[in-house]
Every structure is written in C-alpha cells, then in structure tokens.
C-alpha cells in the first residue's frame, strides 16, 4: 500500500493541493496554505463494490407532510431561515470578529427558548459570566436557556446528547477541538472535523445546530467557507464598521431561498429588528446632489430602496482611482467602458468613487442603470430630480435590459414617496397608479432626456 503523501488546504477556502504555495490557487489568497495531516487510505477501491450492503432505494414521493418549523420569533431571523429553523438541520452563520454574531444568536436563543423550545447555547470564546452579562444588558437573563462554556467537543456532544435540547448553537467553531484529530483549534483539520461531527450529530439526533465561524484575516485561522459545503444552510452577518445596520444574508440554503436578507440595527441594548428597510436606508438623505441616484432593488424577496452615490474628480497624472464600496468593482469597469465606447462620454484622467449609502452590498445587476446614472449625475455637475427612481441592466451594446420583478420594485417606489422611476423599454410594468414610468431602450437615450446631450 502506497504511504499518502502530505497534503496542504487552504485555510480560506479549503482547497487542497499537494505541495505548498504562497498563494492559494483556488481563491487566490497569501498565505493561507496550511500542512495538514493525511487523511487514512480505507480500504482498497477494488473490494468496494462486494464488501457494502445493498441499501434500500426508495421513490421521490411521499406522503409525509414538511417537517415543522421552529419560529424564533424574530421576524427577520426566520425570514432569512425561510420561515423558521429545520428541526435537524445545520446553519452556519458567518461574519467578521466583533460584527453582532454572539449578541444576535443570543437573542435568538432567548427568543426560541421563549416559544418552549429547549436551547443550549455553548460558548468557547466567553466565560459564562461574560455571557449572562451580556444576557442582562440585552433583557434576557430570564429567558430559559441552558449556557456551557466549553471548547471540548467530545464533552459537548456527550452533554448534547443526553441532554437532547430542540437547539444547539455552538460559537465559535474555531474554538473547538476534536481529541481524535493532531492539529490545533482554528486549524483547517480541526475546524473541518468539528463540523462534520456537529452536522452528523445534528443529523443523527434530531437536534438543529448553529454553528458560528469567524471570518479571518490572517492565514493560520481557517474560515468558514472551509465549511460552507457540509452545512444546510449558510448566513453571512455583515455590515460596515461605522454604521449601526447589520444585514443577514442567506447565502445558501436547502429549506428555503438563498439571497433573502433580514436587516437590523445595533442599539445599546442589542439588535433591533427594521422592519422597513427602504425607509431606513433613504432616511438620512441630504438635499438633491449631484451624484446621488435611488435605485430600486430587490434582496431576497423583498424589495428595498437604497441611495447610490458617485463622486468624479481631476485625478492627478498616473492611473486614475476608481474608489466602490458596497458594489462590485469589475461592473464599475464595464459600465465606464460602456459609457465611453456607447455613449463617447469618457472617464479618462478623473478619479471615480462609487458608494451605496447605509452599508448594504448590492449584487444585482439591475444596479447598472442607477451606477450610470449617479456616474454621469456626478461627471456633468446635475443633479438628478429626488423623486425619481432608476433600475435596468446594462448590456455591453449600451442597450438596457428589463429585470425581474419590474412591479415589486415600482410599487416600492411608489409606496416610499417617489413619483418617477426610469426603467427599461419593454420591462413589465404592471399597474402602479400615480408613478410616472419613462421607458428608455439604451444608455444614449438616458443621457439625451436627463443630461440634455448625447
Ligand atoms: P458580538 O456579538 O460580541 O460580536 P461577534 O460575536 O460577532 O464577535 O458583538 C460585539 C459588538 O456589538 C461590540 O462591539 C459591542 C456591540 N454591542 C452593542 O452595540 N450593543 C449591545 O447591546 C451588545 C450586546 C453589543
Ligand atoms: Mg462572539
């Protein structure tokens, strides 16, 4: 039998390879590649197909109803679950050190524990008494759930096991440590196999586990995405430092939709959930101002209005700056290339920055028409008229292209205040009474009817 060689992973994604790189090769990180132990051989591949027992393959369809949700109580919580947790499912919920993962799955702990079920919550990064005092600061030291502060993970599924609560939340994964596996806590071996036995145990007994990960920074740490693919579903708990609002976003998810958010905002006493996204994120506003463009989005299911903002200016000689916070940067390119190619309106020699106000990250490329327009608002000094709404995708040809959910997006619009919105020809507007809809079929169209030139 061949001896295994050693094997490295990355600890940012998880990536194997057979020999060591400064660079991940998977997901292009720096040091992030780690030796890890060799995983055991098994036995030979030729026996396989005679050693198993046949197991039972059985129809697609079934007679058994759904399984039950547990609700948390928490609109927005459930909502990103899709309706609440799946009893013997795994959630991962990710986010970077210090954003609100602890004090948000506290207080979901409480809440769940509230409607009867039974939680308990394992802490390995806090004493218990820095746990029941947060509890107290968030008005939920009475709520019945079961606190353990511990990092062995055998101990905690021996506990979990006779115990047998409805919910386990486990923070962090990075802490814990599996006897039967060489390798530090935090390590790719470590993270990884603690996870598998949380998932199996979830599997095996019924119970819903909640596993939090950290995102890291540095390389000796591995990340959640090393996990990402073991677990039912997968949450992102992101948010700029700065702001109060922390968005939870489903990023996977085998019970329900992926890409739903559910929004909050960080106050001295926890999280507050908002209910009105839209309202929330235009409320601080200023004056109309070149530059700032609402576009109409959707996250999720839900539709939610956000503020764009372009800011263009004399770069100094060398390459210009082009500045996104909260967009993807590749798609600024595009549209700057589409802008000058179709519509011979040039960003050469000006520095470009690109913000979505409030901290949200919008994905869409119905995001494009709004980007242009906040571009040119800002390079041509005018200011585009406050109540008016913009969203459409942009095609390399220059020609914009309708988005789903045309009607949603409109009818947002129009319930927020707003009288105008600038939409692909040819979307399906649907009937949203007192919004005036101007159709426009390309880019050039846009700029000749809101800049007067073309
Ligand atoms: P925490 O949940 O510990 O973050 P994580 O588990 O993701 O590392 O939250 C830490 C931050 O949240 C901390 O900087 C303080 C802030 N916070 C509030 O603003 N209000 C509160 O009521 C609580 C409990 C925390
Ligand atoms: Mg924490």
Not at 96 to 117: E, H, N, Y
Not at 257 to 271: C, Q, Y
Not at 274 to 286: C, E, K
Not at 381 to 403: C, H, K, M, N, Q
Request: glycine share 12%; aromatic share 4%; with cysteine.
């Amino acid at each position: 039998m061949s001896r295994s060689a050693t094997t490295f992973a990355c600890t940012a994604c998880g990536a194997t390879s057979r020999k060591w790189a400064g660079r991940c090769e998977a997901c292009g990180a720096w040091n992030t590649i780690q030796e890890e132990a060799p995983l055991s051989q098994g036995p030979g591949a030729r026996a396989l197909t005679q050693r198993g027992k046949t197991v039972p393959l059985t129809d697609l369809g079934t007679e058994e109803p759904p399984p039950a949700r547990i609700s948390s109580g928490i609109g927005e919580f459930d909502r990103v679950l899709g309706g609440g947790l799946v009893p013997a499912s795994a959630v991962l919920v990710g986010g970077d050190p210090g954003i609100g993962k602890s004090t948000l799955l506290l207080q979901a702990a409480a809440s769940f524990a509230r409607t009867g079920a039974r939680v308990a919550y394992v802490s390995g990064e806090e004493a218990s008494a820095q746990v029941r005092l947060r509890a107290g600061r968030l008005g939920l030291a009475q709520a019945p759930v079961k606190l353990a502060t511990e990092t062995a993970l055998r101990d905690i599924l021996t506990t979990l096991d006779a115990e047998r609560p409805d919910l386990a939340i486990v923070d962090s994964i990075q802490t814990m440590w599996l006897d039967t596996v060489e390798a530090a806590p935090g390590s790719v071996a470590q993270v990884r196999a603690a996870a598998h036995e949380l998932v199996s145990f979830a599997k095996r007994r019924g119970v819903a586990v909640v596993i939090v990960g950290h995102v890291t920074k540095e390389g000796t740490i591995a990340g959640p995405r090393v996990v990402e693919h073991m677990v039912d579903t997968v949450l992102y708990f992101e948010g700029e430092r700065g702001h109060q609002f922390r968005i939870l976003r489903s990023v996977k998810n085998r019970f329900g939709p992926a890409d739903e958010i559910g929004v909050f905002e960080m106050t001295g006493t926890g999280l507050a959930e908002v209910a009105n996204p839209s309202a929330l994120f235009l409320s601080a506003r200023d004056a109309p101002a070149p530059g700032s463009v609402v576009f109409a989005g959707i996250e999720g299911t839900r539709p939610v209005l956000t503020e764009i903002q372009a800011l263009v200016a004399p770069a100094p000689p060398g390459s210009p700056r082009r500045t996104v916070v909260g967009l993807d940067s590749g798609r600024l390119s595009t549209i700057l290339a589409v802008l000058d190619a179709r519509c011979g309106i040039p960003f050469t020699g000006l520095d470009v920055f690109l913000n979505v106000a409030g901290g949200l990250r919008v994905n869409e490329p119905a995001a494009d028409l709004a980007v242009a327009a906040a571009l040119l608002s800002a390079r041509e000094d005018v200011a585009i008229p406050p109540d008016t709404v913009f969203f459409g995708e942009i095609s390399l040809s220059g020609a914009l292209r309708p988005v789903a959910q045309t009607e949603n997006r409109l009818k947002e619009a129009q319930k927020l205040g707003f009288s105008q919105a600038v939409v692909p020809a040819g979307s399906r507007l649907g009937a949203v009474p007192g919004l005036k809809v101007r159709e426009m079929a390309d880019l050039t169209a846009v700029v000749g009817e809101m800049f007067g030139a073309g």
